[in-house]
């Protein structure tokens, strides 16, 4: 095959590879288990800049009174504004498998795409492992981290935790070998999100909303999730048995675990068996606010989220937001090995932005102890 041919033949695999990719795009990526994904991910507001920024009034009072029509007006008492900010990520992922026939481009687009979105999935749940990881986008749980150890729950989540690992316990000789005492595990590293410090006693209502169930997936854990959706003023999606993903715009997220003890309780507490079957071993909701399952937070995380979280989203205060032009952009260009195959990269730009984490949403979580 001459060069011109080659070129040609790339050309009509690159159209063949966008014809795909319009029909299926991937941030509507239709797995059945990535509700999560399919959610959270399903405005893909893009914006442009060289960084995300934001400006929050925090600590504003005073500012709004009751008058008469002749009163003189009074000064503002109190505006305090703040900015915060953060870098892009860079997600990318790579197919070099050359084909001219259409259903395996296809499949090769499917492949690529789920390599992606499996990236990025669990990147969104976990965060940076530290202040040099500039790879790792904030996650979930940096917006709406860890608070106080055994708080029943309260605006006490000042700052993130880096995906670090957590600490054994102290080391003892077990026979000759070394073990470790039960002593505790602890979060991970803190940090300002946004690199705005955050404390009881400064910039206290940018903090994030959490509680500790203490590992009792119980009526106890009813009574704090009843707590935080009167707090945030959750409301259930327009046609709730459905959970349509475009109409979805609280949400809570949770373990395997959670949801089938849920699912258990709620069975055993209705006598109407089998009337409702979201109280049945269906998708269980709370004041008509789905669970949905997020299958990487199964697996505890003592850094970041603890055991067993619930992470409540305001889909439009939390979200995703990805650079212009780079939103699954797709490269060709000849293999620097093998100038008779093509290699195509997707790149994706984005990060995990959030507008205000006191009405964002909250975490319910067994504190790592």
């Known amino acids: 095959?001459?060069?011109?041919?080659?070129?040609?033949?790339?050309?009509?695999?690159?159209?063949?590879?966008?014809?795909?990719?319009?029909?299926?795009?991937?941030?509507?990526?239709?797995?059945?288990?990535?509700?999560?994904?399919?959610?959270?991910?399903?405005?893909?507001?893009?914006?442009?800049?060289?960084?995300?920024?934001?400006?929050?009034?925090?600590?504003?009072?005073?500012?709004?009174?009751?008058?008469?029509?002749?009163?003189?007006?009074?000064?503002?008492?109190?505006?305090?504004?703040?900015?915060?900010?953060?870098?892009?990520?860079?997600?990318?992922?790579?197919?070099?498998?050359?084909?001219?026939?259409?259903?395996?481009?296809?499949?090769?687009?499917?492949?690529?795409?789920?390599?992606?979105?499996?990236?990025?999935?669990?990147?969104?749940?976990?965060?940076?492992?530290?202040?040099?990881?500039?790879?790792?986008?904030?996650?979930?749980?940096?917006?709406?981290?860890?608070?106080?150890?055994?708080?029943?729950?309260?605006?006490?989540?000042?700052?993130?935790?880096?995906?670090?690992?957590?600490?054994?316990?102290?080391?003892?000789?077990?026979?000759?070998?070394?073990?470790?005492?039960?002593?505790?595990?602890?979060?991970?590293?803190?940090?300002d999100r946004g690199g705005l410090s955050c404390s009881a006693s400064v910039n206290s209502d940018f903090a994030g909303w959490f509680a500790d169930h203490g590992g009792n997936l119980d009526d106890s854990l009813l009574t704090i999730m009843n707590d935080f959706h009167m707090t945030m003023n959750f409301q259930p999606p327009t046609v709730p048995e459905n959970m349509p993903v475009d109409k979805v715009n609280c949400a809570y997220y949770t373990t395997k675990n959670v949801i089938k003890k849920l699912n258990s309780f709620y069975a055993m507490s209705d006598d109407n068996m089998g009337y409702n079957r979201n109280s049945h071993y269906g998708t269980p909701s709370f004041y008509g606010v789905p669970l949905v399952w997020a299958g990487p937070i199964d697996t505890a995380n003592t850094s970041v989220y603890g055991t067993d979280p619930i992470v409540g989203i305001h889909h439009d205060l939390l979200y995703p937001v990805i650079l212009r032009d780079w939103n699954f952009r797709i490269d060709k260009r000849p293999d620097k090995d093998r100038h008779t195959v093509m290699t195509l990269f997707v790149d994706t730009v984005y990060q995990i932005w959030c507008e205000n984490p006191r009405h964002a949403g909250g975490l319910i979580t067994q504190y790592p102890s």
């Open 1 to 191: 095959m001459d060069s011109i041919q080659y070129s040609q033949a790339l050309d009509m695999s690159y159209a063949t590879l966008q014809e795909i990719r319009r029909r299926k795009p991937p941030l509507t990526y239709a797995y059945s288990t990535y509700q999560f994904w399919n959610t959270f991910v399903r405005n893909g507001i893009q914006t442009v800049g060289d960084k995300l920024e934001g400006h929050i009034t925090l600590g504003s009072e005073g500012n709004a009174r009751h008058t008469g029509f002749w009163d003189a007006d009074t000064t503002v008492k109190k505006n305090i504004n703040q900015r915060y900010e953060l870098n892009w990520r860079h997600a990318e992922s790579i197919n070099a498998k050359p084909a001219r026939i259409y259903n395996i481009w296809e499949q090769q687009y499917k492949a690529c795409i789920r390599d992606m979105v499996d990236e990025m999935f669990v990147a969104m749940l976990t965060g940076p492992s530290g202040a040099n990881d500039t790879h790792s986008p904030y996650s979930v749980f940096s917006w709406l981290p860890l608070g106080t150890d055994g708080s029943t729950g309260g605006w006490t989540g000042y700052s993130g935790n880096y995906n670090d690992g957590s600490t054994p316990g102290t080391e003892f000789d077990r026979g000759g070998l070394s073990g470790n005492y039960n002593d505790g595990s602890t979060p991970g590293t803190e940090f």
